[in-house]
Structure formats: C-alpha cells, structure tokens
C-alpha cells in the first residue's frame, strides 16, 4: 500500500486546486483489493479532485474516477468489463447541525465535516467500493445450459387456479 495523500479540504477548495492521479488496486487498502467481485486487482483507475465554491458559496470537493475494471459475472462465474466513470461532488460542513439540516433539504447531497486532514486516498476507495454493482451479471453469458434452465416454464400454480375459479 502506498502512503496516504494528504490535503486540507478547507484550503484545497476555497484555492480550487486540482489533483490528478492513477492508481492501481493492489496499492488500495485490503478492503478495495480483497473484494471478492475483482477478477483483476492490478487494474488502474484513474482520478481528478477538484476544489470548488457553490453557487451557495459552500465549499466541495469534486471527485471523478474513471477505469476500466473487470469483475467476476454472479451468473457464469468469468471475468467481465466493468467501467468505473463516477462523478460526485462533496460538500464540506463545519459542523454537524449545519450538515444535518443541508442533508434534509436535499436528498442528492453529498456532503461531509470539515477535517483539518482528509487522506484522498480513503475517499477514493470508499467511492470506489461505493461505485461496485451489487451484482455484477453479463447481459447474455452465452451459456446454452443456463438459457436452457431459465427458460419460461409453466407456472405449476396455474392448475390450481383452475380448480378455484371452477368452484
């Protein structure tokens, strides 16, 4: 694991700095890594920070990842693309109350207090991780046996309908 990239959020936005990178998976903490989804932990996803102001004059931190990262198909068990372009913007909050009460009024927000350190790297991965299909399925697998299977049957409850609408 690489060491952590360390900004204060407050600084970077209100300068509306810019940060740009790329990571491998491998370099991300275990929890990113060891996902179980992951057909290929040396993988690269690339990433650009940008501080900001609001047009309500709050301070954000946006956040764009992009990669192409493949993942383990839950139907056929093979390795399959998946491609990262996530965006988010992160509002900063002094304090909790100020947070809680931005959040009610807009469900969309994303938003988070205000640190006096914030390791970028933490962000990415928990962003990363967030981004992850729950599931992640080929369209079409191209297995002829599991088409086979997952063919439309006949609903076995159907003959029991009958017998209740004959009464």
Not at 42 to 64: H, I, P, Y
Not at 85 to 100: C, G, K, M, Q, T
């Amino acid at each position: 694991m690489l060491d952590p990239i360390l900004i204060d959020p407050e600084v970077f936005a209100a300068e509306k700095r810019r940060l740009q990178g790329e990571l491998i998976l491998n370099q991300l903490d275990e929890r990113v890594w060891s996902h179980e989804y992951l057909a290929d932990t040396q993988a690269k996803v690339s990433f650009t920070l940008q501080g900001g102001r609001d047009r309500l004059q709050r301070l954000f931190l946006e956040l764009e990842l992009k990669g192409d990262v493949p993942l383990i198909c839950q139907r056929c068990v093979k390795p399959m693309p998946f491609r990262f372009d996530e965006a988010s913007r992160i509002v900063l909050f002094a304090d909790e109350n100020s947070l809680d009460e931005a959040m009610l009024a807009d469900d969309e927000l994303e938003g988070m207090l205000l640190e006096k350190e914030l390791d970028v790297r933490a962000l990415l991965e928990d962003q990363i991780l967030m981004a992850l299909p729950f599931s992640p399925r080929h369209e079409d697998c191209g297995n002829v046996v599991l088409t086979e299977v997952n063919q439309d049957k006949p609903n076995p409850f159907a003959v029991l309908a009958g017998l209740k609408s004959s009464r």
